[in-house]
């Protein structure tokens, strides 16, 4: 899981991006940060999916 602050970062950068803007260094930051959340999350989803068990009766 992506650590709180680099989840905190992510979302102040969000913030910044939707009031003044973003320069081309917090961009590259932010996508950064992005790509490291999706990739957290989607290996958490697939552990969850992968762990589910179908039962039919």
Same mark, same amino acid.
């Given at each position: 899981?992506? =650590?709180? $602050?680099?989840?905190? /970062?992510?979302?102040?950068?969000? /913030? *910044?991006? *939707? @009031?003044?803007?973003? =320069? &081309?260094?917090? *961009?590259? &930051? ?5 790509? $490291?959340?999706? *990739?957290?999350?989607?290996? =958490?989803? /697939?552990?969850?999916?992968? =762990?589910? $068990?179908?039962? @039919?009766?």
């Amino acid at each position: 899981m992506l =650590s709180k $602050e680099k989840l905190d /970062r992510l979302n102040f950068l969000a /913030r *910044k991006a *939707k @009031d003044k803007g973003l =320069s &081309e260094q917090e *961009k590259k &930051e932010q996508q950064e940060l992005r790509q $490291e959340y999706l *990739k957290n999350f989607r290996e =958490s989803f /697939r552990k969850q999916l992968d =762990s589910i $068990e179908i039962v @039919d009766n």
